[in-house]
């Protein structure tokens, strides 16, 4: 019967324990986009050959691919970016199910983001990145695009 009393309380602390660290956690969803999203929520490039982003909050695009080592040690670094900013919108492209967006930001090689501002034209930044660079280039070009 003690050993009864000590599994419900040990279970008792750890569903304690579990519920509070999920219900405080931070974590932000990252969205990864189809054509068909991409299209409706960042540029129509099919109707509007001129760049127009669609969005209100700007954005940074990840294209990547599974296989690919410098994409994986950069999704944890864009997911506490993402955490700290919900102000700016993050997207992910899988490059290799989505090759008509990676064609159209050209990007042949990986990991590529795409820094998008509400005005103005988007910026690459080519290749494995901190997160103080994310933030440095984000500060630079979305400050500057809302002045």
Known sequence: MKRLKIFFLLGFLFSITFYGNAKNSK???IIHLTKSDFLKKVHNFETNKVW???GNKPSIIDFYADWCGPCRKLTP???EFAVKHP??????VNVDE???LA???RASSIPLLVYIPVAGSPVQELGLV????IEQRASKL???SRK
Do not use: A, G, M, V
């Not at 102000?87 to 992910?92: A, L, R, S, V």
């Not at 901190?130 to 660079?133: F, I, K, R, Y």
């Open 142 to 144: 979305f400050n500057k």
């Open 103 to 105: 064609d159209y930001f």
């Open 27 to 29: 974590s932000r969803t």
């Open 77 to 79: 670094i864009l997911n």
């Open 87 to 92: 102000e700016i919108i993050i997207y992910k």
């Open 130 to 133: 901190t997160e103080s660079e």
């Open 98 to 100: 989505q090759p008509e």
């Open 52 to 54: 127009k982003y669609l």
